[in-house]
């Protein structure tokens, strides 16, 4: 196996780089290339913060809690072995790696300690860093290092220019590290990374000869469909893996950037002589506020700094003509100077109007650092302490005063008694349910009561490699008149799902809908408004066109065994309102209007956001509320700011009992036909710490639907023939030792809704 890292450099399309290959990671996987999760979702910051020498405190180690020396050996500690695992499971020809913030490690002790961490792995290492000509790249990196606190002026890096020691100059402004006083070297030390045949020597010293790759950076191929080729041609990928879609890039202007280092200067000064905190989060907001639209600096005003590395460049170039394009400079301009703030902006006038916030900011922190006798922290279970591995135990210290602990004062629903019942819904909403489904015999009849019940008038059902007399339900309903069947046993591609629902958009009953959602049979649509409808909700939000109907998961309740009884009924213990983290719980799928917006249709939500359509399209939460600048274009999870279930939630029954887990570990999952579900994904989905019964006012009207459908025989016939067959298939995986364990095991975890999510937090994201 080979490992190519890729190290950045920041701004030269690391972050659309990570995108493409996170979005296209199980692609990659059947093609022999891992892009890994363990170290980070899309970039790898915890290679970064893993590494770094001790004192070496970094913005992102910092803010995630990894600054104590002992704390960040046990993330290293922990990577390696997922990262290990990771590799063991997939077996790789390549494995890739790839972490902006990489190119910032300027000591052989920091870059020793990444090889160390990456030779057990694999002795061929294989480093990647794309570059561009120094000035453009100085004035895009200036700008975002002012937005994340820089006090410094682009005159340092002025007084710097023709320095035949850059490297070391640079270095000699970033020994300062205090991250308290918001004094971190990536923040404040100029980008000694630009001198690229230093770069190259000090990789190589650790790496070894000719390990280091500098690749051309372009913009335009770098914001575009194109990205896929750059892909191939740096890693090797020669197989086709799909287009990205466009990425949109701006940088804060000129005078945006002059405000914020004039802020940051007096931020910097009062932290220097006060106790007072300014969080990361918190400093964002800052300059958010003094943004001014306008140019950015423009790199042809650095032109002293392009003079001071033509030499190099032109010896690059010579090795490697590809760089040329890259290496050129722009045009020279007047020398840069620090731009006008504009409309007779005082820095010290924000600050006056900000100190009040910083002071109320400063005494949360304190409170939450500090122990408090009245409400003293309460550790976790002894069974927990005796399952939970280190890292969970970490995290659940960490969650106590953190705004991700779970709870669940959210919302205005009473939850504890179902509403009043009403008969099923007679109104014509045009609402299409595409689903797929494999092995879901026992659930298939009560899932299409329920919707019918409720206003779903039409059903495309896709089903895959089915034992359990799935297909012939599905055939059965079809030829009532119920739904629309399609055999998804050719699939192709990389997902069945994903395959299906691009042949449902060619479907006339889907062409034809007004209203679409794709969930799947173990989710049930929650309208927790007026009546139950769809009718009453679409009443609710007459203007939305898209609805993110967000998950409550539901756990096994404490029902072990396999029975014929309605899942609404069976299971009603589930998580908090308000549990953001793990991100699985917030997830959600999208009820939406079929009027052309967009042009394909995902998992969770429909995409390719048709051009001119953006003023037609308005996404509400599952309150009500518009989210439609943060869902438009792209995200599959609520946020903090966007949650909320009033009207609508998707109950999602995702184990349902302990043995029909077993049976679901079995046969896998529809969308990742490569994973395995086991202990990992009971402790994410057994959420039985709250009660919800809201559904559960539509079981009359759900069991009248459901009897008027059992009196075909056949159906009723196939129902039983397929229960019975999950019954036997859960008898058989009792004898078997390795499911037995897991049933056990399972059953014998018991957690508090923090203790769940510590522990999902120190899981790895592929289990």
Not at 13 to 30: H, M, N, S
Not at 663 to 668: A, D, I, N
Not at 702 to 723: F, T
């Amino acid at each position: 196996m080979r490992i190519d890292l890729h190290i950045g450099l920041e701004q030269c399309g690391a972050a659309r780089l990570q995108e493409v290959l996170a979005a296209k990671r199980e692609q990659l996987i059947g093609k022999g290339f891992l892009y890994a999760r363990s170290p980070g979702a899309r970039n790898h910051t915890r290679l970064f913060m893993a590494v770094t020498d001790p004192d070496h405190v970094d913005p992102l180690r910092h803010a995630r809690g990894f600054g104590e020396a002992s704390v960040q050996e046990q993330l290293r500690t922990d990577l390696a072995r997922k990262l290990a695992s990771e590799v063991e499971t997939h077996k790789p020809e390549v494995l890739i790696l790839s972490c902006s913030q990489l190119c910032g490690l300027s000591r052989p002790s920091e870059l020793e300690r990444l090889r160390d961490l990456l030779l057990p792995l694999s002795q061929d290492i294989r480093i990647i860093a794309h570059v561009d000509e120094q000035a453009r790249l100085l004035a895009r990196h200036y700008a975002q290092q002012v937005m994340e606190g820089r006090a410094a002026s682009l005159a340092l890096e002025q007084e710097m220019a023709g320095s035949a020691d850059w490297w070391d100059d640079a270095l000699l402004d970033g020994h300062r590290i205090e991250p308290e006083k918001a004094q971190f070297q990536e923040t404040q030390c100029p980008a000694f990374w630009l001198d690229y045949p230093r770069l190259v020597q000090e990789w190589e010293a650790v790496f070894g000869a000719g390990s280091v790759t500098l690749r051309p950076y372009d913009a335009v191929l770098f914001g575009s469909e194109l990205v896929t080729d750059e892909l191939r041609s740096a890693f090797g990928i020669e197989a086709q893996i799909g287009k990205a879609e466009e990425a949109e890039t701006s940088a804060p202007s000129a005078a945006h950037v002059a405000r914020g280092r004039q802020l940051n200067d007096l931020l910097l000064r009062l932290l220097a002589r006060s106790d007072r905190i300014v969080s990361r989060k918190l400093w964002k907001g800052f300059m958010e506020e003094i943004a001014l639209d306008g140019p950015p600096i423009a790199p042809g005003s650095l032109a002293a700094i392009s003079e001071g590395f033509a030499e190099v460049n032109a010896a690059l170039i010579a090795a490697n003509p590809a760089l040329a394009s890259c290496l050129t400079p722009d045009a020279p301009l007047p020398a840069w100077q620090e731009d006008d703030p504009q409309n007779g902006y005082r820095a010290t006038q924000y600050l006056l109007a900000f100190m009040a916030r910083i002071d109320r900011h400063t005494r949360t922190e304190k409170r939450a650092a500090r122990p408090s006798a009245a409400k003293p922290t309460n550790g976790p279970s002894a069974q927990a302490q005796a399952l939970m591995p280190p890292q969970a135990l970490e995290n659940f210290a960490r969650l106590q005063h953190s705004s991700f602990k779970p709870h669940d004062r959210l919302g205005s629903i009473n939850e504890g008694v179902p509403g009043p019942a009403y008969p099923t819904s007679e109104a014509k909403t045009g609402t299409v349910i595409v689903g797929c489904m494999k092995n879901e015999a026992p659930y298939i009849v009560e899932w299409i009561a329920y919707h019918r019940a409720i206003g779903v008038e039409n059903f495309l059902i896709y089903s895959n490699d089915c034992s359990d007399g799935t297909e012939e339900i599905l055939t059965r309903l079809d030829a009532m008149g119920i739904i629309t069947h399609r055999n998804n046993d050719a699939w192709k591609g990389n997902s069945p799902q994903q395959y299906a629902l691009d042949q449902a958009l060619k479907e006339p009953v889907m062409q034809a809908a007004r209203w679409i959602a794709h969930i799947d049979v173990d989710e049930f649509m929650n309208i927790r408004c007026g009546n139950g409808t769809l009718a009453a909700l679409f009443d609710a939000v007459p203007d939305a066109t898209n609805v993110a109907m967000t998950w409550r998961l539901f756990g096994h309740s404490g029902v072990t065994n396999l029975a014929d009884r309605f899942v609404i009924e069976q299971f009603d213990r589930c998580a908090p309102k308000f549990c953001p983290k793990p991100h699985t719980v917030w997830g959600f799928k999208t009820l939406f209007r079929n009027i052309g917006a967009y042009g394909k249709l995902s998992c969770h939500r429909p995409n390719k956001l048709t051009d001119g359509m953006e003023g037609q399209v308005k996404w509400v939460n599952g309150s009500g509320q518009d989210m439609t600048g943060e869902a438009i274009r792209n995200g599959w999870r609520s946020s903090k700011k966007s949650i909320g279930y009033d009207l609508i939630q998707l109950n999602h029954y995702a184990l349902r009992s302990a043995e029909s887990f077993l049976v679901k570990r079995q046969r896998g999952r529809a969308l990742h036909v490569d994973r395995s579900i086991g202990l990992n994904y009971w402790i994410r989905m057994d959420w039985n710490d709250h009660r919800d019964l809201t559904i559960q006012r539509n079981i009359p009207r759900v069991r009248a639907e459901y009897d008027r459908l059992m009196q075909d025989d056949a159906l009723r016939d196939l129902h039983e023939r397929g229960l019975k067959w999950h019954r036997a298939k859960a008898d058989e995986l009792h004898a078997m030792p390795e499911f037995q364990e897991l049933y056990e095991q399972a059953l014998a975890v018991k957690l508090t809704e923090t203790e769940r999510v510590a522990w999902a937090l120190a899981l790895d994201m592929d289990s």
